[in-house]
């Protein structure tokens, strides 16, 4: 568990000092802004869908080192993808940062397995879970979401995981 949390520190430090696809797209195809007001996390995922894969990719905003460490790991994770496997590790991070499926029973989660233990950090879960949110809406098109919305984010249909 020692080493577990190491890495996770380390994780969440190397990707706060070096965001990936930080920055704005030019003429993005779809695009959402994402608010997680608990927090203060107020962050705009950008992405080109050539046909049906993730081309660019790219977040920024204003948010806690957790956000900005899922935001990167998001990009890198679902760039080059199609919607449907963006979708598919979306379900899955979020099925894990609520505790609601252990590790072993998601396939795509990779590296992503070291936000694992922020369900056992209530208060940081939904800053972990923003940024894929926000995915979520932008690739249905979808200009904002929060985690305060009126229909619960976690409950929003994004699968049943
Ligand atoms: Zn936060």
Redesign the pocket.
């Known amino acids: 568990m020692s080493d577990y949390k190491a890495l996770y520190q380390e994780v969440i430090l190397d990707h706060n000092r070096k965001p990936r696809n930080y920055g704005a797209l030019e003429h993005p195809s779809h695009h959402a802004e994402g608010r997680?007001p608990l927090?203060?996390?107020h962050i705009t995922v950008a992405l080109n869908l050539e046909g049906e894969n993730i081309g660019a990719i790219a977040f920024q905003g204003e948010?806690?080192a957790?956000?900005k460490a899922s935001a990167s790991m998001m990009t890198t994770a679902v760039k080059g993808k199609t919607r449907a496997d963006a979708e598919e590790i979306t379900r899955e991070f979020l099925a894990m940062a609520t505790g609601k499926r252990d590790l072993d029973s998601l396939g795509h989660i990779g590296r992503l397995a070291v936000f694992a233990g922020v369900r056992d950090l209530p208060t940081?879960v939904?800053?972990a879970i923003?940024p894929w949110h926000t995915l979520h809406a932008a690739l249905n098109s979808i200009a904002s979401t929060s985690t305060e919305a009126e229909e619960d984010p976690m409950h929003a249909p994004i699968g049943d995981a």
């Open positions: 997680n927090c203060g996390d948010s806690c957790i956000c940081r939904k800053c923003l």
